[in-house]
């Protein structure tokens, strides 16, 4: 607990893989925000994200970059994350300290706060921005197990991924614990995609520490910053109920080639499905393990749903959807189903 600038400048220089950052916003809200009932909306209106000007919060992104760019190692990455207000200014930072952008992510939110005022189209999205240390870097990507997650497609830039709802959004007193909080999912697919098992990992505005809940579920080490003794409470309580995977649960693929369509992978990330649960095929004459990257791992062979679905049964081709199913309660659940509750929470209101 304490200032991320100061807290960075006492690790030791090149010791942490990865940096996942989410700074303040510095949304400049002037007035209350209302809903045309009347009722007020539960806006950023926080001290952590005022700042007198743009060269105030200019000054603080460069001195948080410079220290989180010393303790980077010599391969690592960094990724940020913010909306319209200050992606820009942070992403030019970034630049002028020397790191080398690697892609732009845009997260479609896929149940958005609608624009109350009408007066602007309404923000369905942020931007990340993935960038190494420097052009030369050797940074790590998990090409394959990002496209086993996406059913053996290229996984693009741009992720449909629903806000925090329901049981993930974290409340104290019936209030939303943070009002910024991200959805695991998003956690879980930077994570699988850019470290591996025992990286160290580090948020420098933790928050209610999604990047330390998700990591500690991945297996990686993790260091959240956070100076709010509120939210360090919320993200305490989190992280320790949270059991981590082990062993072959963290496997994932090395390589081998109307309605929104949806990935298993989603359901994987989502939490809906945990790695390391067991699939049945075929009543029960058929198990898989589902991975962490949403891949499936029978008798010495992985795949796909769909591939190891075909694979149990001698086929040419399977639908995985229907062929497996999850226990629940003692009774065999088919992943359609699961898929059918995925699809609905899309248009789910925030």
């Known amino acids: 607990m304490g200032d991320c600038i100061a807290a960075m400048n ?12 989410d700074p303040p916003y510095n949304l400049q809200l002037a007035h209350e925000l209302r809903r045309p009932d009347g009722s007020q909306v539960d806006a950023v209106d926080d001290d952590w994200d005022k700042f007198d000007t743009f060269a105030t919060y200019d000054s603080f992104t460069r001195a948080w970059l410079k220290a ?106 019936g209030v939303k ?32 520490g999604t990047t330390g809940a998700v990591a500690k579920l991945l297996g990686r080490q993790w260091i959240g910053i956070e100076r709010e003794e509120k939210y360090v409470r919320v993200a305490e309580k989190r992280i320790a109920g949270l059991l981590p995977l082990s062993g072959g649960d963290m496997a994932v693929s090395q390589g081998k080639r109307g309605e929104t369509r949806i990935p298993f992978g989603s359901l994987v990330e989502s939490g809906m499905v945990r790695p390391g649960t067991r699939l049945w095929g075929g009543g029960r004459r058929h198990a898989a393990e589902v991975r962490a990257d949403g891949s499936l791992a029978m ?44 699809r609905a929470g899309l248009g789910d209101a925030p």
Request: charged fraction near 20%; charge should be neutral; hydrophobic fraction near 40%.
């Open 10 to 21: 006492a690790l030791p220089e090149c010791s942490v893989d990865l940096v996942f950052a």
């Open 68 to 173: 989180a760019r010393r303790i980077l190692k010599p391969y690592g990455a960094i990724w940020t994350i913010g909306s319209y207000h200050n992606i820009f200014r942070v992403g030019a930072a970034l630049q002028d300290a020397g790191f080398w952008v690697l892609n732009d992510i845009v997260w479609r939110k896929a149940n958005p706060m609608p624009n109350f005022k009408g007066t602007r189209f309404t923000n369905a999205h942020e931007t990340l921005i993935w960038a190494s240390k420097s052009e030369n870097s050797r940074y790590k990507f998990n090409y394959h197990a990002m496209k086993a997650m996406n059913e053996e497609l290229q996984m693009r830039s741009d992720w449909l991924i629903p806000i925090c709802t329901g049981g993930e959004r974290l409340k104290t007193d």
């Open 177 to 208: 614990a943070h009002p910024t909080q991200k959805p695991e999912a998003l956690l879980y697919r930077v994570l699988l995609a850019c470290t591996e098992p025992g990286d160290i990992v580090l948020d420098p505005f933790f928050g209610t």
């Open 299 to 342: 008798e010495g062979k992985t795949g796909s749903i769909h591939q190891l679905g075909a694979a149990a049964q001698g086929l040419p081709s399977c639908n995985g959807w229907t062929f497996w199913h999850i226990e629940e309660e003692g009774a065999l659940v088919p992943l359609d189903s699961k898929r059918s509750l995925y």
